[in-house]
């Protein structure tokens, strides 16, 4: 984990609401791993003057570069939309502890929400890698805001779709979506990000299916390095329940532990 000033090849807008960015990251490229996060400086002044965490979404590790996909929200990320091709952006990381796949897991499920599907991209390149087959339920607001699908395709995933747009995000839904998925496909594993109302649901489910999940959270965070506390999430550890940090422990949990408020 380091400091580094990289240089951004491209930093394009891509919808209404998201902006994609690709980095040269030649010396880093080979210790990334889905689920990893970079804290990034946004800006070169000292406003605002905490960086932004943000999750890889691609990892290419044949041409030395990292991609990242991220919605415009406040100050941070309008910040990072100014940053040009040719620049360099500052990035620290990469951080966390990023998914894990086991080998006997020949099919999984992925369940993503708005910014949470750039977190799960990355998971499914690397599955495409080890021959995974990936089905995913990807859910925003709109269809517009579902940017990863190809790419999610491209990686040989099999690709629902879920909007409010279409009235076809509602929890029920998705539950009749995941049940049709178990029928056809022998899930081994889930891994969800993005919204904690169908974190629940995947918790649900896989606690039924009696299968291992993770989740990646994304809490509010101050210094990202284990010192502030700011990003603690809950917990269970037997009859305890205890809080840990999303940025060192985390963000990948395995999801039948976290305390899903
Ligand atoms: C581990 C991790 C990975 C992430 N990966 C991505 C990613 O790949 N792409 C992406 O677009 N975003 C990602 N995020 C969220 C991203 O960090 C925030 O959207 C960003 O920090 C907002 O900064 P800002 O200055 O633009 O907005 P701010 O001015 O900081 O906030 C704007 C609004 O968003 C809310 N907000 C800010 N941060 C969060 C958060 N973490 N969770 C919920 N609400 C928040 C604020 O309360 C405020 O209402 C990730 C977050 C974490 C913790």
């Not at 400091?3 to 990251?25: A, F, G, P, Q, T």
């Not at 925003?140 to 990686?155: C, K, M, P, V, Y």
């Not at 929890?171 to 998925?181: A, G, W, Y």
């Not at 606690?207 to 390095?225: D, F, R, S, V």
């Amino acid at each position: 984990m380091q400091v580094n000033k990289l240089e951004v090849l491209s930093n394009v807008k891509v919808s209404e609401r998201y902006w994609h960015m690709i980095v040269d990251s030649q010396e880093l490229t080979n210790q990334i791993e889905p689920g990893q996060f970079f804290n990034i400086k946004c800006a070169d002044d000292s406003f605002p003057f905490l960086r932004r965490p943000f999750s890889i979404y691609r990892i290419n590790k044949e041409d030395g570069t990292i991609e990242f996909l991220y919605l415009v929200k406040g100050l941070g990320t309008v910040k990072l939309t100014e940053v040009k091709a040719g620049e360099t952006v500052d990035v620290f990381g990469p951080l966390g502890v990023g998914f894990s796949l086991a080998k006997e897991w020949d099919t999984i499920l992925l369940l993503a929400r708005g910014v949470g599907i750039a977190t799960l991209a990355a998971l499914a390149q690397e599955a495409a890698k080890q021959n995974i087959k990936c089905v995913a339920i990807l859910s925003a607001r709109s269809n517009n805001d579902l940017l990863a699908t190809e790419t999610l395709q491209g990686f040989g995933a099999e690709v629902y779709k879920v909007t409010e747009e279409d009235g076809t995000s509602d929890v029920d839904n998705v539950e009749i979506i995941m049940e049709q998925i178990f029928k056809e496909h022998d899930v081994k594993a889930g891994f969800t990000c993005g919204s904690k109302r169908l974190s629940r649901l995947m918790q649900k489910v896989t606690q039924e299916k009696n299968i291992p999940a993770q989740i990646a959270l994304e809490e509010h965070m101050g210094c990202a390095m284990g010192v502030c506390y700011a990003c603690v999430c809950d917990v269970q550890h037997g009859d305890k329940i205890e809080s840990v940090r999303v940025c060192k422990e985390g963000p990948v949990f395995d999801l039948d532990k976290v305390v899903l408020a």
